[in-house]
């Protein structure tokens, strides 16, 4: 697949996730650099940077892509020639997506660690980094249920019930709003993340936020399971992470808004849970409080967002 086919396919949400974007990412730069390794270095990079361009466009708010395309490219300014920029880009590629795959086992395991035998977790959205720890769970014997919401508009519930039910877990699916109503239902919420700000806020899934507030209000334990390269070291600077809106078509047809003048649709993807709703967020570096997601972006990304 093309790089061109690759952004397209994340901007229509063909490609979704934030672990998949950022691998996916890698590996179409890749694959660009091997397509190009004949240019003059200049070129090269001109051509490595405009590529770069055209997949941070794709989706504003997983900060998971810019993390994966900066680590991928981050040799790409010292390198003598070519080939050696090809080899870098190939090499960081590489090692991105193997800690991005040994990242789910890790944060699968501390996740698990957490649910007893018994509980029953409930989940939002599909997330693999989410999902790897009440797999775990099941795989060590322990006897637990799952509560999986709808996620409307898209409907990505139906891929999180698909794997709970392959893996023979127990499940209750519900539409987005009934969540209060089946809080008193969970011991736990475990949910995954497309951004961790420097507070310690989480950025995920639209209804997230909601769920958390409900967890806080039911007194149930909140955990966010996150790689590190969903941390967003840019917040550090100040900056805000754009929450993106989709069209208004996800949610209400062309023919049926033509009927409807007055009526306006708003289609956010992701909200801004707060910390102080987090309990712990799960980590392949370990686990943490929210408050000390700086320590991610300071050890592992960086203070800063470098520029490409």
């Not at 795959?101 to 890790?106: N, P, Q, S, W």
């Not at 409907?155 to 709970?164: C, D, F, P, R, S």
């Not at 649709?265 to 709703?277: G, I, L, Q, S």
Request: charge should be negative.
């Amino acid at each position: 697949m093309s790089l061109s086919d690759t952004a397209d396919d994340i901007r229509s949400m063909k490609i979704r996730g934030a672990g998949k974007i950022a691998r996916e990412a890698a590996a179409a730069l890749r694959s660009f650099a091997g397509e190009n390794a004949n240019l003059p270095l200049d070129s090269f990079k001109s051509a490595m940077k405009d590529a770069a361009e055209t997949l941070l466009a794709t989706r504003p708010t997983a900060v998971s892509l810019p993390n994966a395309v900066r680590i991928t490219l981050r040799g790409i300014d010292d390198a003598a020639s070519t080939a050696d920029a090809v080899e870098d880009i190939r090499r960081r590629a590489d090692a991105f997506i193997r800690k991005a795959e040994e990242a789910l086992d890790i944060i699968g395991e501390i996740t698990a660690s957490r649910i007893r035998d018994g509980d029953t977790v409930l989940t939002h959205c599909n997330s693999k980094a989410a999902l790897a720890g009440i797999i775990r769970a099941k795989e060590q014997g322990k006897d637990i249920r799952v509560i999986a919401t709808e996620v409307r508009p898209w409907n990505q519930g139906l891929l999180t019930i698909k794997t709970l039910n392959d893996h023979k877990i127990p499940t209750t699916y519900i539409v987005d709003s009934a969540v209060r109503y089946f809080m008193p239902e969970a011991d736990l919420v475990i949910v995954g993340a497309d951004a961790v700000t420097v507070n310690g806020a989480v950025i995920n899934k639209i209804g997230t936020s909601q769920i958390a507030a409900a967890a806080h209000e039911a007194r149930k334990n909140f955990i966010v399971a996150a790689e590190t390269f969903k941390f967003a070291p840019q917040t550090m600077g100040g900056t805000r992470i754009e929450i993106e809106e989709r069209p208004a078509s996800e949610v209400l047809s062309d023919e049926a808004a033509a009927a409807l003048p007055y009526v306006t649709v708003r289609n956010p993807v992701f909200d801004v849970t707060p910390a102080e709703y987090i309990d712990l967020i799960a980590t392949e570096e370990g686990a943490i409080p929210p408050q000390l997601a700086y320590i991610i972006m300071k050890e592992h990304l960086g203070w800063g967002a470098k520029e490409l």
